[in-house]
């Protein structure tokens, strides 16, 4: 239940709440996009990475989340890697999400259009998977990879 209330996606419910609840982490992100979806509410999306998020929405157009805060028992659930970006660090703090186009075309091609983007606004980790992308800004080195997925057939 407070799940449905943490959305913010029920204006009709005026209660105020709903409202406070949909904090804007920047012009086209809301926090409740990148909650854990097992509903623990744990961790924070870190401020320099939805910056960066930011931009690439403004270059690519809207964009949806697939998959941002992963709380350790969710990402074991969902057989995420066991080190994984999208677990909230020492500071609470998640570095990473999946992302999509929001609307129209999810082709092979379309995602490596995204893909592309991301490289150009130098994301630290970049995965292109089919339907989607990864992005992270982890510390430390660049990281680049293909999921096998993916490919190079335009479905
Ligand atoms: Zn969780
Ligand atoms: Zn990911």
Known sequence: MAKLVSCG?????????SFAMAERLSKNFLAH????????GQGQMD?????????????????????????????KLIGGASRSQHIPNSQGMVVACDITFAKGSKSNR????????????????????????HVDSRPGRRARWIDHFWSWKDT
Not at 9 to 17: D, K
């Open 110 to 133: 379309n995602i490596l259009r995204l893909y592309t983007l991301a490289d150009q606004l130098h994301f630290k980790g970049i995965g292109l998977y089919k339907g989607r992308i």
């Open 47 to 75: 401020p320099i990475h939805i910056a960066l998020l930011q931009k690439l929405r403004n270059a690519a157009g809207p964009l949806r989340v697939t998959s941002g805060i992963r709380c350790k028992e969710h990402n």
């Open 33 to 40: 996009e990148f909650e854990c979806s097992c509903g623990c």
């Open 9 to 17: 996606c029920l204006p009709q419910i005026n209660t105020g709440v």
